[in-house]
């Protein structure tokens, strides 16, 4: 197996271009220089003081989480992931006949498993595919292009181990590409980031560029609970692990066993919620701020919200950002949805 490079980024863009071109894998690091722990510990704390109080979800994805949550892709509770497959499946070429052989830039690519079949379509038309996954999880990029390249030998494989949004001025650097965003992981931004993330990314594309989404659909609210209430408890090992982090990242001091997994469908929302409840007071440190936050018994958490989408209400969102729907794919039950978007020519 080929083993990676790696590199600090001052220019990330100057360096995917470089590295894309290269036979070998190449992980490239985020240009902002951040200390994460700093901005784990100030997201913490201000998430907890919140009325309500709320995490981000993206803290969830440590090396337990990416695993935990690789765990729950494979329930039979949890619909959304063997769906989507059976959908790339079905289509991954007819999505590679319209596109033609652009670079493939993936958002939260995670295992990126599932787009092997993408990779696989490009693969055998085209004998080569660049492929650049984007995720915030070093261990996950690194597994996966570990992966990867032990399987295609021909794929130009480029990590980037970095924030959505710092990834995306890649776009123009490697333009034409599909910038692919599997998972219905779009479904975790409220309202207001889910604007703000399709402006900036549709303003990263160039007219012509693809963009391809999957999307979970609104259904029987039961049976949406049911995948986030799993029967051997994974969502909450899932759920409970930012607890664990916070423990040993930032000395939280969180009494484990008084921590609960809630996961209710908001009707009006069309979303999932997940919420930490504490069956007693809990005191949380967040000791590189020094801070102190209380709670009682029955206060609760959100760590992650799951939206679902009526598609022609999701449609009509996505035109307003200049993303047009070239191909809209379904499975026979209209469980889940894969949009292949374009960027429209300014104007049009
Ligand atoms: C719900 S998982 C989806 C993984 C995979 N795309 C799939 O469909 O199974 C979300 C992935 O996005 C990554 N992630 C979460 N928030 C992120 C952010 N703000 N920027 C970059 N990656 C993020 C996580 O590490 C995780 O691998």
Redesign the pocket.
């Given at each position: 197996m080929r083993t990676s490079a790696f590199l600090e980024s001052t220019d990330l863009c100057l360096q995917a271009q470089e590295a894309v071109a290269q036979d070998e894998p190449v992980l490239l690091r985020s240009p902002v220089e951040i200390d994460l722990l700093l901005e784990f510990a100030r997201s913490t704390a201000h998430g907890l003081r919140q009325d309500p109080p709320g995490l981000e979800?993206?803290f969830l994805?440590d090396r337990r989480g990416?695993e935990l949550?690789e765990e729950i892709?494979g329930l039979d509770e949890y619909y959304l992931?063997r769906t989507?497959r059976s959908i790339l499946e079905r289509h991954s070429s007819d999505i590679r006949d319209i596109t033609g052989p652009v670079t493939l830039i993936?958002?939260?690519?995670?295992?990126s498993?599932?787009t092997d079949l993408l990779l696989r379509a490009w693969l055998d038309r085209d004998g080569m595919v660049p492929y650049v996954p984007?995720?915030?999880?070093d261990s996950?990029l690194r597994s996966a292009l570990r992966s990867i390249s032990a399987r295609h030998d021909e794929a130009r494989l480029v990590g980037v181990n970095?924030?959505?949004e710092e990834a995306f001025p890649l776009f123009a650097a490697l333009s034409p590409v599909m910038v692919i965003f599997?998972?219905s992981?779009i479904g975790?931004l409220d309202r207001e980031e889910f604007d703000r993330f399709l402006e900036d990314l549709s303003d990263g594309l160039a007219p012509g560029d693809f963009f391809l989404l999957?999307v979970d659909l609104v259904k029987d609210s039961e049976f949406i609970e049911r995948a986030y209430n799993d029967g051997r408890g994974v969502t909450g090992d899932f759920m409970k692990n930012l607890f664990v982090r916070m423990n040993r990242e930032l000395g939280s001091g969180v009494d484990l066993h008084g921590v609960e997994h809630e996961a209710v469908w908001n009707r009006r929302r069309e979303q999932v919620e997940l919420y930490a409840r504490f069956t007693g007071p809990q005191t949380i440190h967040v000791e590189p701020l020094d801070e102190v936050i209380t709670f009682e018994a029955g206060d609760r958490v959100l760590l992650e919200i799951s939206r679902k989408f009526v598609l022609p209400d999701l449609e009509r969102s996505l035109e307003r950002f200049g993303l047009r729907s070239k191909a809209v794919y379904t499975d026979e039950n209209d469980w889940f949805a894969l949009l292949l978007l374009q960027k429209a020519e300014p104007g049009d």
């Open positions: 979800c993206r994805y990416c949550f892709c992931t989507e993936e958002l939260g690519s995670g295992s498993v599932k984007v995720d915030v999880s996950a970095s924030t959505y599997l998972g992981t975790n999957g």
